[in-house]
């Protein structure tokens, strides 16, 4: 069975620092890996995606995150954090010709001045 | 505007009055699915849809219904509420099954039976 762990409930960071909220999957053969965020009252929004190629994925709103087959990893990093980032951030993945996508648990980032 | 519309947004009900819970989508997508988002759960699937006419049993089906006459819509039904399903659901969808499509995701519909 697939799986997707997110094991941090909240990341706290000041604006202008570096940020990063953790993601470690598990899943048969080849992953898709995703990154969702969520604003308060709103349904997810796609951030971005990693399906093969260049292990460093760029996104919407200035985020990256960094696929590491070897560690089973896919951290969504932003290198200046800014105040209207504070939301919360879903990792999830499918395998190779699943019909299923994991979400993880989901992660509270907390961006203050 | 290309978007996901579920509705209502909010919903109070009692144990066991039959409800349903719209969702339609303008971007001509295949794919459909309903989520429920609990507090440290994360998103767990309920039903999926991959065309009209097909739906499959996610995670979490038990006391749900689908259906998928249409393309674009794809209610979720619950006959007999009970209040472990009290829940914040999304409905989602895709161009396809989702291996390269992102889901667009609804803004939800907050549930709660007393």
């Known amino acids: 069975a697939q799986s997707v762990a997110q094991p941090e409930d909240q990341v706290n960071v000041a604006e202008g620092n570096p940020l990063t909220v953790k993601c470690t999957y598990s899943v048969s053969g080849n992953p898709y890996l995703f990154w969702y965020v969520q604003y308060p009252n709103r349904g997810l929004q796609f951030l971005l995606k990693y399906i093969t190629g260049d292990n460093l994925v760029k996104g919407s709103y200035g985020f990256e995150a960094e696929f590491n087959k070897s560690q089973t990893s896919f951290h969504l990093k932003k290198p200046s954090a800014l105040v209207s980032d504070s939301a919360l951030y879903f990792c999830?993945?499918?395998?190779?010709?699943?019909?299923?996508?994991?979400f993880g648990t989901g992660t509270q980032l907390k961006v203050e001045l | 505007e290309a978007q996901v519309t579920q509705n209502p947004r909010y919903l109070i009900t009692v144990t066991g009055k039959k409800l349903t819970v719209t969702c339609s989508q303008n971007?001509?997508?295949?794919?459909m699915s309903w989520y429920r988002q609990d507090p440290g759960l994360g998103l767990r699937q309920i039903y999926y849809?991959?065309?009209?006419?097909?739906?499959d049993k996610g995670d979490v089906p038990e006391g749900y219904k689908v259906s998928r006459k249409e393309k674009r819509n794809f209610p979720l039904i619950l006959e007999s509420p009970s209040p472990n399903q009290t829940s914040l659901y999304f409905c989602a969808s895709s161009l396809d099954r989702g291996d390269n499509s992102p889901l667009h995701f609804g803004n939800g519909t907050r549930l709660t039976v007393t």
């Open positions: 999830a993945v499918r395998g190779l010709g699943g019909n299923k996508l994991t």
């Open positions: 971007m001509n997508h295949e794919y």
């Open positions: 849809s991959m065309n009209v006419e097909v739906t």
